[in-house]
């Protein structure tokens, strides 16, 4: 009997210690770092500006800022989070367009809606949830207390993702508009844009429905045409318009 | 309008499933320890194909699922629960609804108590064409060597002498993160280095240097198994010591020692033994030359010195298992990467001193027309001993992303000592009728000396249009061999009839070749899949072959004036130029080649015994193939490929050096000798499944000579005369397969494998034409059970049936082979590990040999460690208790059948004492174990 509890005992500790139970709402908050330096080079190999050395010395290297995303079986929204204190480098040098974006997804209805600001230009895009095929990769990571299995995943024809996803949150949501995993994004990168967003934290607070409201506000579009209005816009920036097209519509 | 509503929907119902073309694949969850149905575990189907995730979804509160993918196909299942170890499965999707039944799920700590084997499986990976094995996840008892651990995973095995063959194919090159390590004996890494100092273990298909620059691929692979080492082990150093004394003066001393730091690797060893475990593997022999030769060139344009071996010649310094050996060898090892790996040296020098005894016999037996035989029965003693060095040395330097540039060099001397005495009977037996008899007695002494250097520069660069390449490849050989002896030899015959032929001779052989040839290749993109290579060489090669025989004379001295009739002094200027075309067309899951290269030799021979007198020979080679291959997956291929070539007489075919080393036997040259052209045709069939451990392999090759140079042999008192002829109509083929499996949630494995071989060759014998059929089939099956660290067994027995027929004998020569071979070993408490093996070999007597062969081998240990982590091993062991080990072996080939009984290693007892030391600096970060759990 004195066995048969100490059986019990150790394995209830190794199933809680083992984080034996899946989440299916609370707040995700990522970090997204964007190296500063890689993304000035880039500039520079380019050739557009010698001033970059100099402002590489004044920047720090990764800039940071934070994201919260709401979930639960339902729904996933994605916003901006805690502001940092100090002067943002990110956004003091204008930032690049649609860094700031709120992203709706409802799963029953297929739809995802999103307010994303370029420079001026305020966008609202209501299209279907994104489809993208995903390859699966053999590699596994801890992020935030999840086992999360890695997927790699392609952009406007040429640009890789690469997330790493837990089938613990039985959510197929993530960063942005990305998702259609077999579980929640926990880290996600963009190595073209030098970019990445990692969860540091899963707090198991439920979202109350209210929360998943997004306003229409903005021009109406739905991605492709969110796409070509970018692109046309863009294509005289030269070698930046392909960087910009891309953060438009992740 | 209603009419219009129901029509409607009734379309949309019917049109949607079809446009869908979705497939439904379904199944239920349990949890298999308390019998619950999960909810919500995740499903994912992953596309073999491409790993493209195909479907996902989660399991309802009846823990069922349903998923839909759009293809049929083969696609990975991976089932995820919190807590539970995942199922992985492979799930072939053909029909509209695949119903996956109950599946069962397990939590990891019941697993981990549970079924720590069933790791195995999992800590297997496959990238591309490599299988890359997680050597901790493969448990092998404490202080093990590689070689154990090889033998652990599967698809790999080892055999007795430490042959190792991965996945049906055998292994050539063992390389310690990624470096070639002693290279010339693998042994020497597979039974020095621990197994708990690799952290993988890594199988594949090594591309020739120019197809892994050019990206096309040509083909040539050798099969290679790289150890990673463990990180730890690379900032310390380890190795191992072991001393044996054994019962009538036998021993087996070893040492190694490895300082591994970041890219640079260093060490020794050092082997001192007179049984037949240890450092007898040297692989180089070839590289020496021996005896009189001729030089072949292959298609590459490269030169092959082939020699044939006479007993002045000495030992190749090759222990082949005959008489009884006695090895000192020891080497070191450097290898170093600089520069972010800009820079590449590594090198190896390797000392070797070897004794080997051998007292034998030999029976020939040859089938004559009119029903008769001749046999020839021949004992032999001999002793013979080498001493020689090695060195090799590789520098690379990629001087930028395009261009690099790679020289290889290797020297060696050797000096060897060979005494010999043979004496023969020779007979011809007429039915039961005994014939004529001749008897010869020889004494052979030979001492040689011999060098080598060759030197290999290639350039190599990349255009910046992909597949666009060029090679510039210059090399140099040289070798040089000398041999003095002695020849004492006596002919009598039985009956008395003529009187006894003395033969008393000093032998002066001299021979070296000095070539060098340039090469250039060029590659060529056509299109995105079709490529074309064109290649040019041109080699020079000025070599000389002397062989000088001095008769006694009647003051007993030897003369100073050669023997015309058996000297010889010729040196040859060979001009070879060659050049080739072919085209390469590689797509997704097949390519093929073909192409051909065409060489012009030009020989001219000069007799300096004969006023210089020149003779010159030209032969045009011609070399076409083609080569094609299918893969259905990763772990399946299928392989055909054709390749013909010409042959051309060698000049000792052509005209013989007159030897008199064995009086019996003499070979006439045959100056109207043409060419021979080879067809050879193989095909090979790869399956492999990982999960299950299963593997089917199966191989066919089969061959066609026109002008086959046979020989025309005659016999006239006793006397074998050889001539070579061309003749048509010589064939040969083989066929294999071999299949395995490991018993499902068992630790059985069982297979086996099936051999086949035929082989026709015409010739004439004593002016009569003859035709041979060789031909043998075997069956080998196996049974292994292994229990981790506590008990393992394995049976293999095999059975061979021979028929040897020839059209002049009537009588055909058949006989079986047994063999069985038993293996097993337990461990015991407090370390003790007990083992013991049994070798059969029962060979049926044929009415020419009538002599008991069969052997019983029986081998046994028994092993105690000390230590905290067991490095102290203590060993007693005993070989061939039953001391009944014979030294056999016995060919058929055309019309003679060979049989050869040697002395070999029997009983010994042996108590060894073995210590496996690292040493880790503090502060080094522990072992890492890397890598994924996939869990079936």
């Not at chain 1, 609370?26 to 970059?52: D, L, P």
């Not at chain 2, 001999?382 to 540039?405: C, L, N, P």
């Not at chain 2, 208790?881 to 019309?895: D, K, M, P, V």
Request: hydrophobic letters at 35%.
């Amino acid at each position: 009997m004195k066995k048969t509890l100490l059986f019990i005992y150790t394995l209830l500790a190794l199933a809680v210690s083992a984080g034996a139970q899946h989440t299916y709402k609370g707040r995700i908050e990522y970090e997204r770092k964007v190296n500063m330096h890689a993304q000035m080079e880039e500039m520079e190999q380019m050739g557009n500006n010698s001033w970059v050395e100099k402002l590489k010395a004044q920047m720090p290297k990764f800039n940071s800022s934070y994201f919260d995303m709401l979930f639960d079986a339902g729904h996933t929204l994605y916003k901006p989070g805690r502001e940092l204190p100090d002067n943002n480098p990110f956004k003091m040098f204008g930032g690049g367009p649609a860094t700031d974006n709120i992203v709706l997804t409802e799963f029953s209805k297929n739809l995802v809606r999103a307010n994303k600001n370029v420079f001026d230009q305020k966008f609202f895009v209501e299209d279907t949830i994104r489809v993208m095929d995903w390859k699966e990769r053999d590699e596994v990571r801890t992020i935030a207390g999840y086992k999360c299995h890695k997927a790699v995943g392609r952009i406007c024809d040429t640009v890789y993702v690469v997330a790493f996803y837990t089938e613990d949150i039985p959510v197929s949501g993530g960063p942005e508009m990305f998702g259609g995993l077999p579980g929640m994004i926990m880290e996600l990168a963009i190595p073209r844009l030098h970019t990445t967003w990692v969860a540091n934290k899963v707090e198991l607070i439920p979202p109350k429905t209210e929360d998943f409201t997004i306003q229409e506000k903005g021009k109406k579009v739905n991605e492709q045409q969110l796409h070509d209005t970018i692109y046309d816009s863009f294509k005289k920036w030269g070698s930046m318009a392909n960087r910009n097209v891309w953060w438009v519509v992740l | 309008m209603k009419h219009l509503s129901i029509l409607l929907f009734l379309v949309v119902c019917c049109v949607l499933p079809s446009a869908a073309q979705s497939y439904i694949i379904k199944g239920s969850v349990t949890d298999t320890l308390n019998n619950n149905k999960l909810s919500m575990a995740s499903v994912v189907l992953i596309r073999t194909a491409d790993s493209v995730i195909a479907a996902h979804g989660r399991t309802g509160n009846d823990g069922r699922f349903e998923v839909r993918v759009k293809q049929q196909g083969k696609y990975f299942l991976r089932i995820a629960f919190p807590g539970f170890a995942e199922h992985i499965d492979e799930v072939d999707v053909k029909k509209s609804t695949t119903d996956l039944g109950d599946l069962p799920m397990i939590s990891r700590e019941y697993l981990l108590k549970e079924f720590v084997l069933t790791q195995q499986v999992a800590a297997i990976k496959i990238k591309g064409d490599t299988t890359e094995y997680m050597a901790d996840s493969f448990k092998v008892k404490e202080g093990a060597t590689v070689e154990d651990l090889l033998k652990r995973l599967p698809g790999i095995q080892v055999d007795k002498n430490g042959q190792i063959v991965a996945q049906g194919e055998a292994v050539q090159k063992v390389l310690v993160d990624g470096e070639e390590f002693f290279s010339d004996d693998p042994k020497v890494v597979t039974r020095g280095l621990q197994a708990d100092a690799v952290k993988k273990v890594q199988v594949y298909d090594k591309k020739s240097d120019q197809a892994d620059f050019t990206g096309i691929d040509d083909g040539e692979k050798t099969r290679t198994i790289n150890l990673e080492l463990k990180e730890d082990k690379k900032k310390g150093y380890f190795g191992k010591l072991e001393a044996g004394a054994g019962t009538d003066g036998y021993f087996q001393e070893q040492a190694m020692a490895n300082a591994f730091k970041a890219k640079r690797q260093f060490s020794v060893f050092g082997i001192a033994s007179n049984t037949d475990k240890a450092g007898l593997g040297w692989e180089d022999s070839d590289k020496f030359g021996n005896g009189s030769g001729t030089t072949e060139i292959t298609e590459d344009g490269d030169f092959i010195n082939r020699f044939t071996p006479d007993e002045f010649s000495g030992w190749d310094g090759r222990y082949n298992g005959e008489g009884l050996p006695q090895t000192w060898t020891g080497g070191t090892h450097y290898a170093n990467k600089w520069n972010s790996g800009e820079h590449h040296l590594s090198a190896n020098y390797r000392y070797g001193k070897q004794k080997v005894n051998i007292d034998g016999n030999t029976d020939v037996q040859y089938s004559m027309p009119n029903d008769s035989i001749r046999v020839t029965e021949t004992h032999k003693e001999q002793s013979s001993s080498s001493d020689r060095h090695g060195f090799d040395v590789m520098y690379e330097w990629k001087i930028d992303t395009a261009t690099s540039v790679k020289i290889t060099s290797n020297a060696g001397v050797k000096a060897t000592e060979t005494r010999s005495e043979y004496s023969t009977d020779n007979y011809f037996k007429i039915k039961d009728a005994p014939g004529a008899n001749l008897n010869n007695l020889r004494q052979i002494t030979g001492d040689g000396n011999a060098q080598f250097i060759n030197t290999d520069l290639i350039l190599r660069h990349r255009f910046p249009k992909k597949g666009r390449t060029l090679a510039i490849d210059a090399k140099e050989n040289y070798s040089e061999n000398t041999n003095t002896g002695t020849l004492f030899s006596v002919i009598s015959d039985t009956f008395a009839l003529t009187p006894d032929l003395v033969t008393r001779q000093r032998k002066d052989n001299y021979s070296s070749s000095l070539a060098f040839s340039g090469k250039a290749t060029y590659t060529e993109p056509l299109s995105k899949t079709v490529f074309t290579e064109v290649n040019y060489g041109i080699t020079v090669n000025n070599s000389t072959a002397r062989n000088l025989s001095f008769d006694t004379l009647a003051t007993g001295q030897y003369s100073d004036v050669p023997n015309t009739t058996f000297s010889n002094d010729f040196t040859y200027n060979i001009l070879s130029n060659a050049g080739g075309l072919s085209f390469k067309f590689m797509y997704k899951t097949y390519n093929f080649s073909f192409g051909s290269d065409v060489s012009r030799a030009d020989y001219v021979q000069t007799d300096r015994t004969n006023t210089n007198n020149t003779t010159t020979y030209h032969f045009t080679n011609l070399f076409p193939r083609a080569n094609f291959t299918y893969r259905f997956g990763k772990q399946t291929s299928f392989n055909f490929n054709y390749r013909g070539n010409t042959k051309q007489p060698t000049i000792t075919q052509m005209q013989p050096f007159l030897q008199n080393t064995d009086p019996l036997n003499i070979t006439i040259g045959n100056p109207d000798l043409r060419q021979e052209f080879v067809n050879e045709f193989n095909m090979r069939f790869n399956d492999y499944k990982i999960l299950q451990s299963r593997f089917l392999w199966a191989s066919a090759s089969f061959s066609t000579t026109s002008n086959a140079i046979s020989t025309e042999q005659s016999n006239d008192s006793g006397i074998n005369k050889t001539r070579y002829i061309n003749v048509d109509g010589n064939y040969s083929g083989y066929a294999f397969i071999g299949y395995g499996f490991k018993v499902p949630k068992t630790d059985l494995s069982i297979g086996g494998r099936l051999n086949g071989s035929t082989y026709h060759i015409n010739n004439i014998i004593n002016r009569q034409q003859n035709s041979s059929n060789t031909n043998s089939i075997s069956l080998a099956p196996y049974v292994s059970y292994t229990k981790d660290n506590k008990f393992d067994i394995r049976w293999e027995p095999q059975i061979a049936y021979n028929v040897n027929t020839s059209t002049n004998n009537p009588v055909d020569v058949t006989y079986y082979i047994f063999t069985n071979e038993l293996s097993g070993s337990v461990q015991l408490p407090k370390k003790i590990e007990i083992g013991s093996s049994v070798d059969m070999m029962f060979r049926q007597k044929t009415p020419i040999f009538t002599t008991n062969n069969n052997v019983i081998k029986w081998n046994a240990y028994v092993t105690k460690k000390f230590l905290k982590k067991s490095q102290l091993e203590l060993r007693a062991s005993v070989y061939d208790i039953l001391n009944q080990n014979l030294g056999f072996s016995r060919i058929g080939q055309g019309n003679m059948v060979t049989q050869n009984s040697y002395n070999t290693i029997r009983r010994y007892g042996m108590l060894s004492l073995i210590w496996n030391f690292t040493h880790t600096p503090v502060g080094a970060p522990p072992a890492q174990d890397g890598g994924t759990m996939i869990i079936k």
